[in-house]
């Protein structure tokens, strides 16, 4: 994913501004005043067409990257200036790059909601290790759990363990549910299964490599079979 | 025989099935204790032909007593005959979906004794996983041909998706791939069941499968039969799967099908049900298939030149859907962002997921054209070289996969 450099690092629009306290304000107040001030008008921000923009917002948030906030305000400035359409479509090149991000953190959870795979515990809990890549564990667990209503569901990160039980979400210390990350004993069945499905006539790793990128095949059980394919291919 | 050996053997013989789990917001189950339908597409895994994995698809048995020739399961052929009896398919399907290993069941068989007998121990099945389970997940059910009315109204009331496998187009190309499948009664009657119960059963979906290129059928053969189906039946979606030859079947000698042909396929009922094209709009070569050189959105655009090319911040959303390497995403939002901005320069259309290598031949931007106007004036098929069939890395389908015509 490409980051802003150089001249676009720099806050554009806003570097003319002074930061404010945010509580202190409404949206309705900063529309009023970008108009009195720059004659911009932004009232699309409080109609149901600039929902969008809070959205992208708040996944940019989660994106893992150092320019984080430099894209936000470029993409915002984009937004203001060309039309909300304009950014949330991504035209623009910065506005690109927002959306993206936005895709690429809910690409994320979209993925682990299909890759992660849990071990039982005690007491209906199900744990899980995914292997993620920006702040997303929260929103998997919401999405997932509705999956599974009377089960306790525990995902394992660096530094804590995530919770979740009857929508509600806690953290816990990772060491409470660590000896059930690595249970292999449906290792077998998974593996006889995903074999079974295998068409060798049909066989394409390049495909195979796009859908689950090769950062994933040390994670996942069957990213053995892959790479012993991918070696058969040589 | 062990579990394990019974899944290997019956995953296998399940594996030519097409299938996908799709999003559906009726619930089956009260207070359900696990399971949802929600959210749809999500893939668990994929093999290493880059097929999705979602269902934990098998058969129940792959005892047969149908002579299908291109069948593994074929009555007749030496294999090792397994079944799972229900409640050992259900308990071990749950084990599966508990650790998200799957999204839910795809359940087909073979023809034991008979339709009736098959489908009812199919029925017992779901019937386990509905009440006992109390599991409201994705249900799939494959309706056996010759199913009674009552048994595909139960097997509709307790999935969220049934199919019946057409195999083939027509009578005739059916009668080259088993002598004991009845088009009219058996497939066409139980598709009609099946529509028929649908009507009365919110959020529930049936499809259909076709084996391509066993029987000597053209795609015009295939489509239009799919057509009819979606028109007639309310069919929502056709599968169709490229012939792979088995050993000691009657088929064996004929090659396998190219999946370039299967793909073309699915291309053309995309266009068909989401694009906004009809069966006329269609370009099939004289021998009835399409043409494997180029997509059929091309075809379609370079047989129709007079249409093109559209000015981008004016064509209408439905006549930008026919632009190659428009899709609907593209389409929505040029329109949405045309209403406060007029599209200028190439790099912007770009950016709203228009696949320029595709589309700049058949568009002007604000009135400017800046694709080739020799091959728009004077269309000639060996002067376009196909550059991608997705405009993307899903290139990689075909990036080595073995042909054989």
Redesign the interface.
Known sequence: MPSLRGEQEKLGLFMHTTGIEADAHSIADLVKRLYQECSLNASWLLEPSGKPLFHHIAGNLRYQSPDQTAVIFAALEQAIR??H??CL?????V??IFVARTRAVWHEV?RM????????ATDNT?V?TPRLYHNTADLILH??S??????RLVVLLADKALVIENGKLTSVARHEYEQYANDDS?E???D?????????????????????PRKYWDW?T?GK??EQ??TT?L | METLDKLKLLGEGAKYDVCASTASRTSKVKNAAIGKTMPSGVCHSFTPDGRCISLFKVLLTNYCERDCAYCPNQAGRDIPRVRFAPDELATLFMEFYRRNYVEGLFLSSGMWHSSQNTMSETIKVAEILRTRYKFDGYIHLKVLPGASDSEVQTAVKLANRVSLNMEAPSASHLAKLSSRKNFADELLGGMAKISSHLSHQRGVSHSTQYIVGAAGESDRDIVSSANTLYKKFRLKRAYFSAFQPVENTPLSHIPAAPVLRENRLYQTDFLLRLYGFNINDLVFQSSGNLDYDLDPKLAYALYNPDLFPLEINKASYSNLLKVPGIGPRSAERIVRVRRHHAFKDAAELKNAGIVLKRALSFITVNGKFLGNKVLLNKPSRPSFEQLSLWGDSRDFMFANTVFNN
């Open positions: 060309y039309g359409a304009y479509c991504g035209i623009g090149d506005s690109r979209h909601v299909g890759f992660i795979r849990f071990n039982p199900l899980t999405k997932i509705v999956k599974y209503p009377k089960n449906f077998k069945a998974w006889t299964y995903y074999n079974s499905q295998y068409i060798e006539a049909r066989k394409n790793i390049r495909l195979a490599q796009r859908v689950i996942l069957e079979i892959l394919e991918s291919m």
